[in-house]
């Protein structure tokens, strides 16, 4: 985030200052700093021949490499299995390394381009946490939701007023409405009658006291078998046959359920963002939740955010003499004492910090903490434009679209990079790629690159440096995700930037105060000069306000929060669609007891996170979701709805990519800014596709009788937000809901067939945005959350003379934000701490399980008696699991499918 951000009481486009007003004036340019005013010519290529090359997975390339599947390494290579490596090495199990070793440890030892691989050893199975010497602050949200899970309460659950089949949106016997309410036993979770039986003739009387006793052995026994039956189909029944037809075959190994020797992998997270401090005003609390856990994080920050160079309070900025590579040190001070207060609980806790060539041609400094060395911070230092919106050639949004043919460094005061750089717009690509190359992410964090437009203004909703330097992310893993082969799967995960401030609160009051805590940390509040830096410890101009735009209560995904993306078919097998490397994965299990495979790579690239699917009224899967496309000229950005459909029920094959445009005519117009699709089926097996456009309207095509699509058309409501949810209800017609800042809206068909009706205003009280909708008991049931507290709430909505809506109820939870997936009675959706949630059954306390996952997670009923739950790890890989529809059932343990991430 830039200096020039909107501030406390100001819309989420406008400037921080009026520039008429005095003081800081964003429309000024660059001045430039002395001798700085030519380039020098390309530097080295990543690679560097006389000191070697910086791999971060490749510690020692000189000496020769660690590989784990090598049981006899070379000499001179660091083995976590060996507690006795040979000179020349950096064990960090060992205090005192032989001489010549770079040992993070030491800030003393001397400097080359090598950086030590992050250990993963001492690593508790099935968390994926490591064992800490000091619990570091941002664990305490998590230690609060295990102690109340602990104490066994779904927090600020009610009992529901009214229909009992409304309660948690459980399968009636008959349709349920408003007038005439299902029978109580229907209720959600309610247990059978735990009175005895009547005694049947000829039972059994005091003196045959020994003979029920063995007969009650016998009932334990046959419980117990039918019970580790039954929980054997739920682990996805054929993997316990695969297991016991050949345990050593690999596909066997990919259906066996997670063990400590095969438990959840933390995966590597990459993050791209555009100034110091995007990330912990937008990916925060994200970003804690994952030091936390222990993964390695790496955030790579490609300006220097140097503003006008004035590090000051907004009452001494005139007073203040601008320094810009001062105020871009003060920054990066700020960076580190937050990342190292995450990860140790000590903001002044050491780091490395060395410079390494990059794959463009310059230099970046790469800060490595020496308490946790998997937490890493690589610094580009290129210019920022020092204004959100106004036309600056030399910036990020300058530089893409060919209006300077470079753009400069503008390196901080105390950064160990000496030497000048320039890079052209393929060379801030590439310097990119080659950070990728290093190390190797399974999940890539980036901003928004398509924000849109407020429409009064028609300024940009976010900082220019945000979405353009998303844009140059997006260049860069499409780049790496083709060129490079040796290397795993990675998602994508997008956050919204500045109009988190003008939407609802997102996270809970002690997440909100955690994500504050940190901000705190970067602005520097106590002025202790405990970093020893003349330019400060952090960034002064946000100390009187840290909090921003309220951005510290929240955050949003900007892409991926769709619930759909995993399916069954009638011969109860299941689909699963993810975006990997830019491209659409196919996961599939052939019926109930089949195998999975996958993942399978669909043709086609430029598939953005987030896929929907529908099956179609003769039994086939099509899946939904946009695509970009980057074009020749920088005008050409086109992101637009594509969609594929199964080749035959249960086939594999899929037909090509089919386009269904945009309602965007143009990427200036609303910087492409359209929502993923929303897609459903009516009663006539009519099939229609629905997207919120920059305008912040509804717009959809729906397909006609001989297969082609109708244009795309205006279904109107104002300040739509997020992706739309549609569902059929019971008599076929098709109902579409989208939130707004303030509360829903929603649509519905007359009849099975007609056109969608007016917007409508439900009435229900706001929402963070993402939306489930399922039809069942005769209407449509919604799932969202309760801003300010992360709590689930649900409705059902009737389309009988018009919507309705019947009986809103809060579910409770434990806290956490984003998308919640409904199947039969399971609940699930991401946590305080970023674990995965559910809730089983009406009554039963909400429970955690160790994964954390990319975007949201889907769930589907299989048949009619067992739910399939799904989510992406951060280690790019899918898990499943699954529960029988009854009140009483419980969750099978995870499961992993395929083997390790390790290269596609």
């Known amino acids: 985030m830039s200096d020039a951000r909107p501030g406390p009481g100001h819309g989420p486009g406008a400037a921080r200052q009026d520039p008429d007003a005095g003081g800081w004036d964003p429309q000024v340019g660059y001045p430039g700093y002395p001798g700085w005013d030519q380039a020098p010519p390309p530097g080295p290529a990543w690679h560097h021949p006389e000191a070697g090359t910086w791999n971060p997975q490749d510690p020692h390339p000189q000496a020769g490499t660690w590989d784990p599947q090598d049981p006899h390494p070379q000499a001179g290579t660091w083995n976590p299995q060996d507690p006795h490596p040979g000179a020349g090495t950096w064990n960090p199990q060992d205090p005192h390394p032989q001489a010549g070793t770079w040992n993070p440890q030491d800030p003393s030892a001397d400097t080359g381009w090598e950086q030590a691989t992050p250990p993963t050893a001492g690593r508790r199975p099935g968390t994926g946490e490591a064992p800490e010497p000091h619990a570091p602050a941002g664990r305490r949200a998590a230690r609060r939701a295990r102690a109340a899970e602990g104490t066994g309460g779904r927090r600020g659950r009610a009992k529901p007023p009214a229909a009992p089949e409304a309660k948690r949106g459980r399968r009636a016997k008959a349709p349920a409405t408003a007038d005439a309410p299902a029978a109580p036993e229907a209720k959600r979770g309610r247990r059978r009658a735990a009175g005895p039986a009547p005694a049947a003739a000829g039972s059994r009387t005091a003196p045959q006291a020994k003979g029920r006793h063995r007969a009650g052995l016998v009932k334990v026994v046959a419980f117990c078998a039918a019970t580790a039956a039954g929980s054997m189909l739920l682990l996805r029944g054929n993997d316990a046959l695969a297991r016991l037809e050949s345990p050593a075959a690999p596909k066997s190994r990919a259906a066996a359920p997670a063990s400590a020797a095969d438990a959840p992998d933390p995966g590597r997270v990459l993050q791209i963002v555009a100034h110091p401090d995007d990330d912990l005003y937008f990916m925060n609390p994200d970003l804690r ?70 794959k463009g041609g310059g230099h970046a400094e790469v800060d490595v903490l020496v308490a946790k060395p998997q937490v890493n911070l690589v610094w580009l230092q290129l210019r920022e434009a020092g204004n959100v919106y106004d036309d600056v050639p030399d910036s990020l949004h300058g530089l893409w679209d060919g209006k300077v043919p470079r753009l400069e460094s503008m390196l901080a005061s105390g950064t160990p990079v000496k030497q000048r750089f320039a890079y052209t717009k393929d060379q801030v690509v590439q310097t990119l790629v080659g950070v990728l190359e290093q190390y190797r992410p399974t999940t890539v964090r980036s901003q928004d690159p398509t924000p849109g437009r407020h429409p009064d203004t028609k300024r940009y909703t976010d900082h220019q440096d945000h979405f353009y330097g998303a844009r140059f992310a997006q260049l860069a893993t499409a780049a790496y995700a083709k060129d490079v082969k040796d290397r795993p799967h990675f998602a994508v995960q997008n956050y919204l930037g500045y109009f988190n401030g003008s939407l609802p609160s997102a996270l809970d009051p002690d997440e909100a105060k955690e994500k504050l805590d940190i901000l705190g940390t970067y602005a520097w509040l106590d002025r202790q000069n405990h970093c020893g830096s003349d330019a400060g410890c952090g960034d002064l101009k946000i100390s009187d306000h840290p909090a921003g735009n309220r951005w510290s209560d929240s955050i949003n995904y900007a892409r991926g929060t769709s619930t759909s993306w995993l399916t069954a078919d009638k011969e ?35 598939m953005d996170p987030g896929m929907s699917t529908v099956t179609l009224k003769d039994g086939r899967i099509a899946a939904f979701g946009t695509r970009t496309s980057f074009g020749t000229k920088p005008a050409d950005y086109r992101r637009e709805v594509v969609y594929t459909v199964q080749q035959r029920p249960g086939s594999e094959e899929f037909g090509e990519w089919q386009s269904l445009g945009t309602p965007e005519t143009a990427d200036e117009n609303w910087t492409s800014d359209i929502s993923a699709p929303a897609v459903s089926v009516d009663g006539t097996g009519q099939l229609a596709a629905y997207v919120r456009d920059g305008a912040s309207t509804l717009r ?65 009280p706001d929402t963070t945005l993402p939306l489930t909708a399922e039809g069942r008991e005769g209407g449509v049931r919604l799932w969202f959350r309760k801003p300010g507290s992360g709590n689930v709430r649900t409705a059902l909505l009737t389309g009988d003379g018009g919507l309705k809506v019947n009986h809103l109820t809060d579910l409770g939870g434990l806290q956490g934000f984003g998308s919640v997936t409904a199947s039969g009675h399971v609940l699930a959706g991401r946590t305080a701490g970023g674990q995965l949630g559910s809730d089983v059954g009406w009554g039963r306390p909400w429970e955690r399980s160790p994964l954390m996952f990319v975007g949201a997670p889907s769930s589907t009923m299989t048949g009619k008696n067992l739910v399939s739950l799904a989510v992406l790890g951060m280690d790019a ?28």
């Open 572 to 606: 109860y097998g299941l689909w699963a669609f993810k975006v990997l490397d830019g491209q659409v994965a196919v996961w599939h299990r052939t019926g109930l007891l089949g195998r999975w495979s996958g993942p399978t790579l669909l043709p086609g690239t430029g």
């Open 289 to 358: 939740y994952s030091i936390s856990a222990g993964h390695p994080v790496t955030s790579v920050y490609l300006t220097s955010g140097e503003a006008d160079g004035i590090n000051a309070v907004a009452g001494k900025e005139a007073t203040t003499r601008p320094n810009k590579p001062a105020y871009a040190e003060a920054r990066q001070n700020g960076i580190r004492a937050a990342y190292a207060k995450m990860a140790t609980g000590d903001r002044s806790s050491a780091w490395k910090r060395t410079v390494v060539p990059t």
């Open 877 to 904: 890989r899918l898990y499943v699991t699954s529960s029988a529809d009854a009140p009483d059932a419980h969750l099978a343990p995870w499961q992993p499918v395929g083997p390790r991430n390790t290269a596609p």
């Open 700 to 764: 959809g095509r729906v397909q006609q009788a001989g297969g082609g699509w109708g244009p795309w058309e205006k279904y109107g409501g104002a300040d739509l937000h997020g992706t739309p949810a549609t569902a059929t209800d019971g008599a076929g017609r098709r109902m579409v809901f989208s939130s707004t800042s303030k509360t829903v809206v929603g649509w519905v068909q007359p009849k099975p067939g007609a056109a969608l009706g007016p917007a409508t205003a439900t009435g229900l």
